[in-house]
Structure formats: C-alpha cells, structure tokens
C-alpha cells in the first residue's frame, strides 16, 4: 500500500515520509522541489531497498497542481493502492495585518486551505469506494485560536482543525472504516519559523516527535492528536481563558517573534 506525503522534502513532512517507510509503506513524496524530493527517496531507499517511492513535484498552492497530483498519484501507484494520505505542505506570512503582503496571503489560503480541502475531498472519495484508507491533516495548536501578527496563518489552521473534525465525524457516524485525524502541534523545531520571518524561544518538540505521534494516533482512529503534554495543557488553558483574554495574550506571545 502507498502512502502520499505533501512537503515532504523537509521538517515534519519528511520525519512523517520516514515513519511510514518504517511502517511499511511505499510512499508518494510530493513538494516543490524535485532535487529536496530525489534525495529523499534515495535516502529511504538506501535503508528500505524494496520500498517503491514515486516523487511528484508540485505547487500545491496552485489548484491545477493539486489535480495533477491526485491524478499521477491514481496513475503511478493504481487507486486502490493508496491508503494513508498526509496534507502537510503549509506556510506561514507574518505581521500585522495592515502591512502584511496580500500576494503572500493569498499563496498561504492557496497552499494551507485550498490544497487541503482539495486533496482531502478527492482522496476521501477515493478512500470510501476502496473501503480502506487513513487520511491525516496537518493542522496546529494554531487552529484552535486566533493569532494576532500572525492571523492569516492561524485562522487558516483553524479551518484545518475544524473541516477535519467534521469529516470525522461524518465518517464515524456513517460507520465507515476510512480514518480522518488532524495533527495540531504546538511549536516544533523546523525552518518553518525562519521560513515565516519569526524567531522562537523556549523548548520545541522535534519533528520526528510530532510525525510519530502523528501517524500513530491517526492509525488508531483519534479526532486529535496534540504532541506533548505541555502544548496539551497550554490547548486546554485558553480555551478556560475565553476568546478575548486568550487572544490578548497571543498578541503578546507572538509580538516577541519579532523581538518587539
């Protein structure tokens, strides 16, 4: 069986491309980058010889692209095969929304919300007629608030948490054996930061934490899965705290990203 994995050549898209070749998987490895992606595959071929691992370059912030990916992912490794899909590929743009690039914002919609709805809708379809596959959305501990400084990327995770939440349920309510998670890490030590314009302090989870985590609670069927027992209390926390008050301290939190 194959598993597809989008922004796969870095971070917590490769650690999770790793994990499934540990679990077995052929894998389907698709980012921007065709040389990142190449040496990927050479990398878990050099330790899982009999894998079979197709790379698929692509825009996912290109609707076109995610159709081409769907359609070369059925092609390459037959329709039937495909059991555990991974919408990872996402971007952050940060600043206060009045000075932020609207171009920017736009590609990050594109990429965090379009590609996922896409992928997600054409896979689950494809899924529930083969009566057999997992689907696990990358969301963050981001979707389940707001984020002055940083508002688009976290109300794009929200849309992650929430549309997956309810396909979930859909699925479970229909007793149907495909199986829909979001993972929602909290900070974790990738280049996403860097790539985003912000610094981070303090402790982060690694990525190959948050993949395992990740993959195996979505093999058992979890809604959830939060990464770490810190980021699980913080998730709870603001929820006590209330919209407003929670929001007022994020403003905080994340103005330090920028070393105001």
Known sequence: MYALVTGASA????????YLAVK??????????????????GQILDRFPDRKVLVIPADLSKREECMRLY?????????????????????????????????????LIDLNVTSVHILSKLFLRLMAKNGHGVLLNVGSCAGF?????????????????RLTEAI???????????????????????AFNENSGVAVSGK???????????????????MLVIPGTKMKLVTAGSHLLGEHLSTMINYHVQKKKAGE
């Open 71 to 107: 359609e070369e992912s059925c092609d390459g490794a037959g329709s039937e095969n495909i059991d555990f899909v991974v919408n990872n590929a996402g971007m952050g743009v940060y600043g206060r929304f009045l000075e932020t690039d609207l171009e920017k914002e736009l590609t």
């Open 204 to 222: 982060q989870i690694t990525a190959k934490q948050a993949a395992r985590e990740g993959v195996d609670g979505a093999l058992k069927g979890k």
């Open 168 to 190: 979930h349920e859909e699925l479970r309510q229909a007793k149907s054996p495909v199986k829909v998670c979001c993972l929602c890490p909290g900070p974790v030590d990738t």
């Open 11 to 18: 971070g917590i898209g490769l650690e999770i491309a790793r």
């Open 145 to 161: 608030t707001s984020g002055p400084t940083f508002s688009s990327y976290y109300a794009s995770k929200n849309y992650v948490v």
């Open 24 to 41: 077995g998987y052929d894998l389907i490895l698709t980012a921007r980058r065709e040389d990142r992606l190449e040496k990927v595959r």
